[in-house]
């Protein structure tokens, strides 16, 4: 357990810099959620009255416009952990008749919104996805955003003299959609200093070293206030199309690969696929995509999942999205690793508590040990 915990705010234009001190004393609450296959977002809220330089100085002279850029950040133990870094989209004035009840709430979403403002069209002639995910990433080198894509299981090089890949779509459209297509994911990763972010594109990361463990029903070990699970076995669902080969016209089906190509289990017993259902939108499209589309679509879905809440300064480290963490105390058939899928972080000026989103494709623990 730690008590040093220390709360950093920046904002600005392209360039972040440290929050003026009136709006960090009339800072209030902040929420920030994290998760996979939706856009970032956080709300601060800060407490106003008719005379606080916040009213009179901070919001006519534009620190909170839109699309002013925030960074949010905490110190815990020693060690710095970005939460947030986005732009402004929203602002809520709440005007209380009694003393301390007014506040303005800024709301907001992280700097993948500035890769959906816009509709275009682009030709990427002989790139495969990766690349291209690359080349679209490149252009937000300004926002201290480095690209990091990682080659689908399956090569799929397009010809220029056949067929040239063209993005007709906003930029967060066409790398989701390109991310889907190969089985990958596509989202931003914050830090690892303020003002910095990665875009990750590439499979769900379900290898390296795992976060602290949460521990439930262990008695004075325990370090999460509450956490529950559900198994759902119709989530895990088999997907087949069909494939016209251009010069026979021979009709063969497609199966795709294995999801082990791409994950690998988090469960000694993974659920079956009890559903079947035909792949659609592959007409015109090579065997190698189709197989890659089929991949995608069956390793979206995992039929465990928990949820539950801590408190950060019990746990004494920051729970992250879209990354492993280990489970103990539940039972043989819950303990074990986990994807964390999503992380909702509330911070006021005493506690720090967050509700997260857990998942993996089946049951039983497929190692005897999880991290301390």
């Known amino acids: 357990m730690t008590s040093s915990l220390h709360l950093m705010l920046l904002t600005g234009d392209t360039v972040p810099e440290p ?39 901070v919001m006519p002279g534009g620190a909170l416009g839109v699309k002013k850029r925030v960074v949010v950040a905490v110190v815990l133990a020693g060690r710095c952990q970005v ?53 679209v990433c490149a252009r937000y080198a300004q ?12 090569t799929d090089q397009p010809d220029p003299a056949v067929a040239i890949p063209v993005q007709v779509a906003t930029d967060l459209a066409y790398l989701r959609a390109t991310a889907a297509d190969v089985g990958h994911v596509f989202h931003l990763e914050p830090g690892p200093e303020p003002g ?41 669902t088999r997907y087949v199309t069909h494939h016209v080969d251009p010069g026979s016209r021979d009709v063969s089906e497609v199966v795709p690969p294995e999801p ?50 801590l408190d950060v300064l019990r746990y004494g480290h920051v729970l992250s999205a879209h990354h492993l963490v280990g489970v103990r105390g539940a039972g043989p058939a819950y303990d074990g690793s986990y994807l964390v899928r999503g992380v909702t972080h509330d911070l006021t000026r005493s506690t720090y508590r967050q509700h997260f989103t857990l998942a993996r494709d089946g049951l039983v623990s497929d190692t005897q040990v999880v991290s301390p």
């Open 19 to 57: 929050a003026p001190a009136a709006l960090m004393d009339a800072l209030h609450h902040v929420r920030v959620t994290s998760a996979s296959g939706v856009t970032n977002g956080f709300q601060l809220t800060l407490a106003v009255s008719p005379r606080s330089p916040l009213r009179q100085a």
């Open 83 to 135: 939460l947030m870094d986005g732009v402004i989209t929203r602002q809520e004035v709440h005007a209380g008749q009694a003393p301390g009840s007014s506040f303005l709430t800024v709301t907001g979403e992280d700097l993948s919104l500035l890769m959906d403002l816009q509709h275009v069209r682009r030709a990427y002639p002989g790139l495969p996805p990766h690349l291209r995910a690359v080349t």
């Open 143 to 154: 926002y201290g955003i480095t690209p990091l894509a990682v080659p689908p299981v399956l």
């Open 196 to 236: 910095l972010s990665t875009a990750y594109w590439g499979p769900q990361k379900r290898q390296g070293d795992a976060q602290p463990a949460l521990t439930t029903d262990c008695g004075a070990a325990d370090n999460v206030e509450e956490l529950s699970f559900a198994f759902d076995g119709l989530s895990a």
């Open 260 to 309: 082990q190509v791409l994950r690998r289990n988090l469960a000694a017993q993974p659920a079956p696929a009890l559903c079947e259902r035909p792949l659609t939108g592959q007409t015109g499209r090579s065997l190698t995509q189709a197989r890659l589309a089929g991949l995608g679509r069956e390793v979206s879905g995992d039929p465990v999942t928990a949820q539950g809440t």
